[in-house]
């Protein structure tokens, strides 16, 4: 019964900013690494960033510098804040997390994905 859910996508002008959030739910009893993917139309899903449960953070090279990673433990979120955008940051943006959950094995799971979408 573990799901993920993303929020916070929508329409932005360039060089604008959007935050997204994605809250963890469910018989979760440990959340480890956390993160967000993302997919442009005909490409493949592309690693963005991950923030590890003790604040470890990684990100892609296209968006160092521009995106933040954070999360709130308590409240099984983790969010990303993404500054100066440009068109090429539009894409489907997907949450990730690395779970141990109640009588399930350890595993990654997904959330359904938000839409970005950078243009003037």
């Known amino acids: 019964q573990v799901q993920l859910v993303e929020s916070g996508g929508g329409l932005v002008q360039p060089g604008g900013s959007l935050r997204l959030s994605c809250a963890a739910s469910?018989?979760?009893?440990?959340?480890?690494?956390m993160g967000w993917y993302r997919q442009a139309p005909g490409k493949e899903r592309e690693f963005v960033a991950t923030?590890?449960?003790?604040?470890?953070?990684n990100y892609a090279e296209r968006v160092k510098g521009r995106f933040s990673i954070s999360r709130d433990n308590a409240k099984k979120t983790v969010y990303l804040q993404m500054n100066t955008l440009n068109p090429e940051d539009t894409a489907v943006y997907y949450c990730?997390?690395?779970?141990?959950?109640?009588?399930?094995?350890?595993?990654?799971?997904w959330g359904q994905g938000t839409q970005v979408t950078v243009s003037s």
């Open positions: 990730n997390a690395d779970i141990l959950a109640r009588f399930v094995s350890r595993r990654q799971y």
């Open positions: 469910g018989t979760i009893t440990v959340l480890y690494d």
């Open positions: 923030i590890s449960s003790s604040g470890n953070m």
